[in-house]
């Protein structure tokens, strides 16, 4: 299956979550066994021989992607949540909104000093939820190996705040 045909998967809805924005609903694509499972293998290509150790999934749509990928780097997962969603001890970092802020966790003892790590979610537009968990794996001493999304939109320019790293995604608006 092309990045095309993967593209063709995905439903686009007008005015949602407010009226001006096009949301990319990548349900349809999940729910495609074959897509599912091809849009993970292009996500885990360019990271296949780079000696991952862990890979980070960002909430909520981030851990659809990571689990799978995590299994087939043969790699830990860990998950950075909203504030207050996991029971240990944390680090946390606020990052900006649109409108506000938010506030995103990670365990304190999730990631070793050097450990390799690949970051992954859904989506990238402008950049602002990874730059957060890029803070936080940092914080932890963790190396990041890259930075790896389903779909960018590439006219929030959410790549161009991300320039020290390696950032790859499978699907472009």
């Not at 074959?34 to 296949?48: E, G, S, T, V």
């Not at 860990?78 to 966790?105: C, H, M």
């Not at 959410?158 to 608006?173: A, F, K």
């Amino acid at each position: 299956m092309t990045v095309e045909e993967l593209r063709a998967k995905i439903r686009e809805i007008p005015d949602f979550p407010k009226p001006g924005i096009l949301f990319y609903d990548i349900t349809t694509l999940l729910k495609d066994p074959d897509a599912y499972r091809q849009a993970i293998d292009l996500m885990i290509d360019p990271y296949r021989d780079a000696g991952v150790d862990l890979v980070v999934g960002m909430e909520s749509r981030g851990f659809i992607f990571s689990g799978p990928i995590a299994y087939q780097l043969h790699a830990g997962l860990v998950p950075v949540r909203k504030l207050g969603k996991l029971p240990a001890e944390t680090v946390s970092v606020e990052y900006a909104l649109e409108y506000g802020s938010n506030t995103l966790e990670i365990h304190k003892d999730a990631i070793s000093r050097g450990q390799r790590v690949l970051i992954v979610d859904d989506l990238l537009a402008t950049g602002g939820t990874v730059r957060g968990t890029i803070e936080l794996v940092e914080r932890l001493q963790g190396q990041i190996v890259g930075l790896d999304f389903l779909v960018e939109l590439l006219f929030l320019k959410g790549r161009e705040r991300l320039r020290e790293y390696t950032t790859t995604s499978v699907i472009q608006y």
